[in-house]
T-cell receptor
Framework: DTEVTQTPKHLVMGMTNKKSLKCEQHMGHRAMYWYKQKAKKPPELMFVYSYEKLSINESVPSRFSPECPNSSLLNLHLHALQPEDSALYLC????????????????FGPGTRLLVL | GEDVEQSLFLSVREGDSSVINCTYTDSSSTYLYWYKQEPGAGLQLLTYIFSNMDMKQDQRLTVLLNKKDKHLSLRIADTQTGDSAIYFC???????????FGQGTTLQVKP
């Protein structure tokens, strides 16, 4: 099973709202990632968690706040977003320690399509 | 810094072979990946190749790696309309866990 799930699939929010995106994996992976993707562009890395600790923050504005409650779950809390934050938000996970595949191999979820009005 | 480049668009007829090319700059690359993204979907891992390998075959997919020229290609045999998607090449050399993505190649398959 190489499934990463994300909820919700779609989200519309106003600039004063607070919302959260959720990501879950049950593959025993120890790294989880948030990416932002604009149409017809590659994903841009936002955050990386390794062993439930934040290891990379790609200078993301503080209106995006990640949280990793346990090794299977990753949240992205959103507050006071701007219209330019509208995008597809992708979650991914990787084993870190390779067994059947390289430890860095990332598996992506289907994404949450976010529209900020 | 590391860079990955791909051509932006490829159009083929159904049943033909497709070849998507990618170049990368990092000499320390260990693994290189191919992902497929259909409209409105996430990225699907297609295959990967270790930098010490020249070729890897997986059903209709063949990956060729020329490490000297830092050139990677993905060949899809007997291309079907369901193969229409954006294909991303990614360099997994960074030990920080980052993947360096190319801009993506849009593959259009005409019936």
């Amino acid at each position: 099973d190489t499934e990463v799930t994300q909820t919700p699939k779609h989200l519309v929010m106003g600039m004063t709202n607070k919302k959260s995106l959720k990501c879950e994996q049950h593959m025993g992976h120890r790294a989880m990632y948030w990416y932002k993707q604009k149409a017809k562009k590659p994903p841009e890395l936002m955050f990386v968690y390794s062993y439930e600790k934040l290891s990379i923050n790609e200078s993301v504005p503080s209106r995006f706040s990640p949280e990793c409650p346990n090794s299977s779950l990753l949240n992205l809390h959103l507050h006071a977003l701007q219209p330019e934050d509208s995008a597809l938000y992708l979650c991914a996970s990787s084993p870190l320690v390779g067994q059947r595949e390289p430890g860095e191999t990332q598996y992506f979820g289907p994404g949450t399509r976010l529209l900020v009005l | 810094g590391e860079d990955v480049e791909q051509s932006l668009f490829l159009s083929v007829r159904e049943g033909d072979s497709s070849v998507i090319n990618c170049t990368y700059t990092d000499s320390s690359s260990t693994y290189l990946y191919w992902y497929k993204q259909e409209p409105g979907a996430g990225l699907q891992l297609l295959t990967y190749i270790f930098s010490n390998m020249d070729m890897k075959q997986d059903q209709r997919l063949t990956v060729l790696l020329n490490k000297k020229d830092k050139h990677l290609s993905l060949r899809i045999a007997d291309t079907q309309t369901g193969d229409s998607a954006i294909y991303f090449c990614a360099d997994g050399s960074s030990n920080t866990g980052k993947l360096i993505f190319g801009q993506g190649t849009t593959l259009q398959v005409k019936p």
